[in-house]
């Protein structure tokens, strides 16, 4: 498109988002007009991509990282003609799929969830990342930012992962518009100071008149010619720019325009432009499964191994068998194992350093394309990455995160080493699957489950040898539970996983030495839990009791209480987690000062069934 | 101290590093040793700090970001003659305060805990800012980083905002040791890479041998007469520094000496230096509470008003009262209402931009200062700061944190700016308090009560406005609830808080109309819980129904089952929360999708009753 085509194409999209804000009465039209021209441009004369086929390996991908400005993002896909105007006048409403941040669960040219500011980049990272290391087929990652959200951190752990692995098919477009949402930002339209910080990450870097539509296409051409390094366009633009009333003022962040009508002629009026996007070449999928023979590592019952150690083998073992399985680790491959994969397959091993944000971005990207990515660091710094994993949800995200040396039986490192609020976290997040394993065999087996779930899989990883009590041909369906002691005589079912499962059978056979026979119930499947298992143990036993290495709230003891929320009688229930900050010692000292060691188990568990006797 | 004075310190901190972790059986002797010269030189010719005197408010402030190397901070310790050779080979062990990473709770010379890699130099941020803009008595923070956790985005965060801040007050010290603990780091010895990005970012650099003692002094001495902005000096040296067997080598990370006597021997054996470090100026206490009226704002009955605003009035209104207090905000205080705050007491704000992480950090380092801090954003947004919460709980920091916009209440904007998971995610914090009002008088009661609270606080407010039900003089101890409905015929207990409790109350209308007697019970202290008020209610009608505008894990549901874990039967028990992933619709649209508006909550209440009635 010539100039003058493409002003005209900007002032449509303009229109088109103050139109769509008004029809729902809410909707962020300033800080879509600030970047209608940048976005006229790109889809134009530079994005190549086929609307038809969302699914096409060669398409370029687009990540509208400033989230809220969806009505330029619908507004495009108008004037690409995938969607009507009809549709676009459902903006926000109930039912529709353009919701107020755009989100890919029914919008198929949506790469990836956002609305929470400063992810858009880092999951755009990870785009890249499997269009320059994995797919190979020319494709190039555009992403448009705010500039507000340059404040987060994240965005600078993404800047030094994409300069680092030299991302020259990925483009950050900056509109910066000097206003964030309660005044201006803090570097105004100083795009030397972002230039300055780009570059000192490693990046080439433009500047550019946002509104001159001839400097923006140069400055994508630049971008997709400058080799090794990745590309900012730092675009000066103003907040709802076309409309005197509104433009470059504060206090109009995320409100429709006051008077849309007079906007909308004083922006020339409704257009009705459809441009053809350029289509991508034809690309071959190269990343379809490989399915091999799953040759999953064995060990024998009795052996003492940590089921860390088990997450690397297996993992190693399912990459060989499956071509689409790559693996992310956050500078902690010799504790998570991850280190084992990496030497059996550096190709498709991702080092993320010490950024867990990015991490878990890059594997959402990755998943965007089609891979299947394993991501792990320590579950107390997962934490870190919790907004990421929030909106993976969103997306719809298929990954796996691994979180290793689980609660206080990691022993001397003490408390910020400790995952004791994972399984909390993991468990809140919509559709995930929480899994935490006591032995090699089910850790192998559950990792390899993993690879085929729907939405956010997470794994508890231990950092202790443990005896192994399962053969290797054992199988643990997610949603299971394994019985492990059971009789007819019963009168306590002690749930257990990971750690306290041989807590547990140690406090089993004590109180069994005082008449008291204990049914033993291995939860490995936090979420979704075993149900059945679960309540004819209740009404087995009448007791049950539930041990965990973690925070008392949101781990196993609530997970065990789902099985009872139908309005069924809850049974009798005593839990036993980790209630006090813990320090350093040793990991049978911190277990035993958490009082979820197995004498603990025991006494606690007697105390129960003698109160229910009483009664 | 002269060079050779200070030579001889620096190897007795690496000895006294080596003999603590071979003593532990474990900890980071590499990672003290390349620290050892950087250390020595500030304790004994810059550092001003009464170890005597840990809150003395002249104090310098001495954080170590790089927590593992705690034995080097223990070694410091003992040559400052703060603690005695016996006690640091304690290190480790079960009862000792010398733990594998510094937590303050109790070491009286930790000014926060570490272990968390990139939050030592956020809060220090923080720490920097009470004495820039608050206490104003000079004192200076010294950071002492590893290279490794620059990748954390949090750690350019805190560049922003403490060059932004113009902290001349703030030091980090980075140690370039170019080895993480898997392997190298991505830049290695390359400290220019490090100085361009801090130099982008706005900071003065001095690069250094950080083991040539008399250039380190000199470069602490730059640091000291930099005006305007925060210094990083970045210091090349060699993990294990001294020692020829581990010394810059791979694979040794976290691991104690192979030949412990050796290494000491080769360090030139045990010293006993004890050093006098400088004292502190004289120096007056600014930050005590100047204790006025607390004038808390009063609505009428039947007022419409979001009880986010009343968040914003209340703190104000604190804010006269109290000196102490101080607001944080991250550049959505005209949504959280924050703003009311900062027009009332400009000097006392923090703006913090879109930054979730620094300014729960930020918030960590005044409250370490004895400042009371309130920080607020989206509560959605706040899971992007949850590795900082849970370092907060281990500090034992006395942090108010808020969340607005909670669940799905807000409407169109859709589930990414939904807060669905904080109440599980606060919850599982050690030590913290969660509140969630319903109404403007009792949002206004809880936030000046949070004030006087240990560990974590988390007050959840709402977007939209809702009717005040409280009279202003209605009090609301935390650990309390409210019963709004009760009879001697009640045959369900519905539970609810916030925006669920109007939805409760008329789904009570409804079911009265059927005949059906409900108790409500306003559950604004989510935790701590009133388990005396919710076990009456299990007792007198039998039934409970708890809803919530929360993700069904680890929120009200949850924290009700609390009062019935003691052994007790658990009573019929119904949650209502949000199971689905929301889009984009009007408030009550939302509510009603959700399942857990008045109509929602009437239909599964006359069922649960219904129920109970057939068993």
């Known amino acids: 498109m010539n100039t003058s ?156 992962h994409a300069a680092y692995e030299h991302l020259d098919n990925l483009t950050a477009i900056v509109d910066v518009n000097r206003l964030g949402q309660r005044g201006p930002t803090r570097h105004g339209h100083d795009l030397d100071a972002y230039a300055r910080r780009f570059q000192a990450f490693g990046w080439h870097t433009v500047e550019v008149d946002g509104h001159d539509v001839d400097a923006v296409d140069r400055a994508y051409a630049e971008a997709r010619s400058t080799a090794g390094q990745p590309t900012v366009i730092l675009a000066r633009t103003l907040k709802g720019k076309g409309v005197e009333a509104v433009q470059d003022r504060e206090g109009l962040h995320g409100k429709p325009l006051p008077e849309p009508d007079e906007a909308v002629a004083e922006l020339g009026g409704e257009r009705d432009i459809r441009i053809h996007v350029h289509e991508p070449p034809a690309a071959r999928v190269l990343h379809a499964v490989r399915a091999g023979h799953l040759d999953l590592p064995r060990w024998e019952k009795g052996e003492e191994v940590a089921t860390r150690n088990a997450y690397g083998e297996a993992l190693a073992a399912l990459g060989t068998g499956r071509g689409d399985i790559v693996a992310l680790d956050g ?208 009404e087995d036993t009448g007791c049950l009791l539930t041990v965990e290495d973690h925070r008392e709230e949101g781990g196993i003891g609530d997970a065990v209480l789902d099985a009872f929320l139908d309005g069924r009688p809850v049974p009798r229930l005593v839990r036993l987690a980790v209630r006090r900050m813990p320090g350093s010692a040793s990991p049978d000292q911190q277990l035993h000062t958490a009082g979820i060691d197995a004498a603990s188990i025991a006494a606690a568990g007697k105390l129960l069934v003698e109160e229910a006797v009483v009664r």
Chains 1, 2 share one sequence.
């Open 331 to 538: 500078e902690v491959g010799d504790s998570t194992r991850a280190e084992f994969f990496a030497k059996e397959h550096p190709e498709r091993y991702f080092e993320c350093y010490i950024a867990e944000q990015q991490m878990v971005a890059a594997a959402v990207g990755l998943a965007a394309r089609g891979w299947v990515p394993y991501a792990a660091t320590f579950a107390a710094f997962l934490t870190r990455a919790h907004d990421f994993v929030r909106m993976a949800a969103v997306s719809g995200a298929g990954i796996n995160l691994v979180g290793s040396h689980a609660g206080v039986a990691i022993g001397q490192d003490g408390p910020s080493q400790m995952g004791l609020e994972d399984l909390a976290m993991m468990r809140a997040v919509h559709g995930s699957t929480v899994l935490y394993p006591c032995d090699a065999n089910q850790t192998a087996q559950l990792v390899a489950a993993m690879a085929g779930l729907e939405g956010v899989r997470y794994l508890r990883t231990s950092r202790g040898d443990s005896p192994v009590i399962y053969g290797p041909d054992e199988e643990f369906p997610v949603g299971g539970s394994k019985v492990l002691r059971a009789s007819d005589r019963d009168r306590l079912t002690v749930v257990a996983a990971g750690v306290t499962v041989h807590e547990a059978l140690a406090a089993a056979d004590a109180l069994d030495r005082d008449g008291i026979q204990v049914r033993v119930v291995d939860l490995y499947s936090v979420k979704p839990v075993d149900r059945s298992t679960l309540r004819r143990a209740a």
């Open 5 to 160: 085509e493409l002003v005209e194409l900007a002032q449509q999209l303009r229109v088109d988002s103050v139109r769509a804000s008004a029809a729902a009465g809410s909707g962020h039209p300033t800080s879509s007009m600030s970047a209608a021209d940048l976005t006229a441009v790109l889809l134009a004369n530079h994005l190549r991509y086929d609307f038809d086929r969302p699914a096409h390996p060669g398409n370029d991908r687009f990540v509208l990282s400033k989230g809220h400005a969806s009505p330029l993002l619908y507004a495009a896909y108008k004037a690409a003609g995938a969607i009507e105007d009809g549709e676009l006048l459902t903006f926000r409403k109930l039912g529709s799929r353009l919701e107020g941040h755009p989100t890919p669960r029914q919008v198929p040219w949506v790469e990836t969830a956002t609305g929470s500011l400063g992810q858009g980049l880092p999951i755009g990272v990870g785009i890249a990342l499997a269009g320059k290391r994995l797919d190979r087929v020319g494709y190039r990652v555009w992403v448009l930012c705010g500039d507000s959200e340059l404040a987060e951190g994240s965005v600078w752990e993404a800047a030094e």
